[in-house]
């Protein structure tokens, strides 16, 4: 439950919709199986199994998507596929052409695909109505893109943007690593990637950052492109110049208080919630100041 990734988008404040009508239109559009000649489905599922499309904590939403495909290897079609063609060959005395053989692939993935196995993942969504927070764990913007595309299909309106802000990312952390000072809440962990304007990169991994061979890489005009940090000593995390927050590690206190807390999973997944979303909300807003603000949309 406790989110890896963040792929931040902004919301409108306490913005107005109706929890009960949200889910009857995600129940519209629910993870169905793949059917015989499907080879995949995408489709909302409860965050908690056995719960609502929507588990809701205070002013916060978790939302859950799930993906499952069937696992029909290229190479398989084309061995089957292979196989007919040379059927056809042999029995006819004939070449087969490249459209045939088109057809052919066709076919022999429709024979395929009810013997093939499954595979399912799921992606998690958070929304803070408070604070105007679109929040989705995913490790690449493809992956995020998939989980709003199919919200903005979903429900009727989506009113949510990327989040700006004021500094670029990527002259804010060079500057940080420059200073060896992070924003105010933040240190500079051991973490660093480096890149020219040639797309050349130089990467340090656990290796101190306040060396001089550090600063005359960003004097050669070297810019980071990704930096590990850490907030208030709760979360680490490696912020990308991208403004994408990835490899999140809840330090075990949090996690430890959710536990000591609860008295069954139900509880237990409440807190994890209720903890996650507070800190995360926390870490955004102070994430928003040290990049100079949000930038003004137009």
């Not at 929304?127 to 679109?134: A, K, Q, V």
């Not at 670029?168 to 240190?187: H, I, K, Q, R």
């Not at 492109?225 to 208030?232: G, I, Q, V």
Request: charged share 30%; with cysteine.
């Amino acid at each position: 439950m406790w989110f890896k990734n963040l792929q931040v988008y902004r919301l409108p404040k306490n913005w107005n919709v109706d929890i009960e009508q949200i889910e009857e239109q995600l129940a519209r559009m629910i993870l169905l199986e793949c059917n015989a000649t499907a080879p995949r489905s995408l489709g909302w599922l409860p965050p908690r199994d056995g719960g609502a499309l929507i588990h809701q904590v205070n002013q916060q939403w978790l939302l859950r998507l799930g993906f499952e495909e069937k696992l029909l290897p290229s190479s398989v079609v084309k061995r089957f596929a292979n196989d007919k063609a040379r059927e056809i060959e042999a029995r006819e005395g004939r070449r087969v052409g490249r459209r045939e053989m088109r057809e052919l692939t066709e076919q022999v993935t429709l024979e395929l695909l009810p013997r093939a196995f499954t595979r399912q993942r799921s992606t998690y969504g958070w929304i803070d109505r408070s604070n105007g927070w679109l929040v989705i764990d995913a490790a690449s913007p493809a992956k995020a893109e998939e989980f709003t595309e199919h919200l903005r299909k979903s429900i009727e309106t989506l009113p949510a943007r990327m989040l700006k802000v004021n500094l670029s990312p990527a002259a804010a952390m060079s500057d940080w690593v420059a200073t060896g000072e992070g924003p105010a809440g933040f240190s500079i962990d051991q973490d660093l990637e480096l890149r020219s304007v040639d797309k050349a990169a130089v990467r340090y991994v656990k290796h101190p950052l306040d060396g001089q061979e550090i600063r005359q890489h960003i004097a050669d005009g070297k810019t980071v492109s990704r930096l590990a940090m850490t907030w208030h000593d709760r979360i680490s995390f490696v912020l990308n110049d991208l403004l994408q927050i990835k490899r999140l590690e809840f330090l075990d206190i949090l996690k430890e208080q959710a536990e000591s807390q609860s008295e069954n999973a139900d509880e237990r997944f409440d807190l994890d919630c209720t903890l996650m979303t507070g800190e995360c909300a926390q870490l955004l807003d102070d994430l928003v100041a040290g990049l100079g603000g949000e930038a003004a949309q137009p």
